[in-house]
């Protein structure tokens, strides 16, 4: 799959975003993709949202276990 710059007719891999000739802009790669699907980016946005939370919630248990853990051993 190749690309063509606009400007200068110049063939290119599809990788490439800008000629190496001119370097016009000729698009981006399509391996990534350009319009995500609103259910999807929902639900990556969850979770992205669950992993964040997730690891606070992590620390706040392990930080109040390590107190928990500290005050106790010095009986
Ligand atoms: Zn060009």
Known sequence: ?????????????????????????????????????????ETQRRQEWVIQYGCLTLIIVWTIFGLWFFFNMNR
């Open 1 to 41: 799959m190749m690309k063509t710059c606009s400007l200068c007719q110049t063939e290119m891999p599809e990788r490439y975003n800008y000629c190496y000739q001119c370097g016009e802009h000729v698009g981006e790669t399509t391996a990534l993709p350009v319009d995500v699907d609103p259910q999807v980016a």
